[in-house]
């Protein structure tokens, strides 16, 4: 049987979080990552990324795109913990997962078909 392997990848995980800790920051732009001077942006919300920003970056070049942006430290310890709980879902879901970093994960769905209902809808 050939595996199928699917490869999940939280999008914008720590705004994501962020977000879920305080919810006055949706849909604002938002910037997680190092505050000095050679901090480095970890992770940005999609409304910083029409000005040019993107994780990677140095973040004063990010605030300096993005001056609007709310800029947030970040905490390793929060993002671990709501790691945890997608963990846990995923592991209620399938038998076979590898957890490869924190907002990262592969699932082995081989032969999982079925435990699938497949619903067919009339085409028009
Ligand atoms: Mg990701």
């Not at 392997?5 to 920051?25: A, G, K, M, N």
């Not at 990324?49 to 929060?78: Q, Y």
């Amino acid at each position: 049987m050939k595996p199928t392997i699917l490869h999940l990848d939280l999008d914008t995980f720590f705004v994501s979080c962020e977000r879920l800790l305080d919810s006055r920051l949706m849909k604002r732009p938002l910037l997680v990552g190092g505050l000095g001077d050679r901090g480095v942006v970890a992770a940005c919300s999609y409304e910083t990324r029409r000005f040019g920003v993107h994780s990677g970056m140095s973040m004063k070049v990010a605030r300096r795109l993005c001056p609007e942006a709310t800029v947030i430290k970040g905490n390793a310890g929060t993002y671990m913990k709501f790691s945890d709980n997608v963990t846990e879902i995923i592991k209620e879901s399938v038998p076979v997962f590898e957890k490869a970093s924190v907002d990262e994960f592969y699932a082995d769905l081989s032969g999982m078909d079925r435990f699938l209902v497949v619903i067919n809808t009339p085409r028009k």
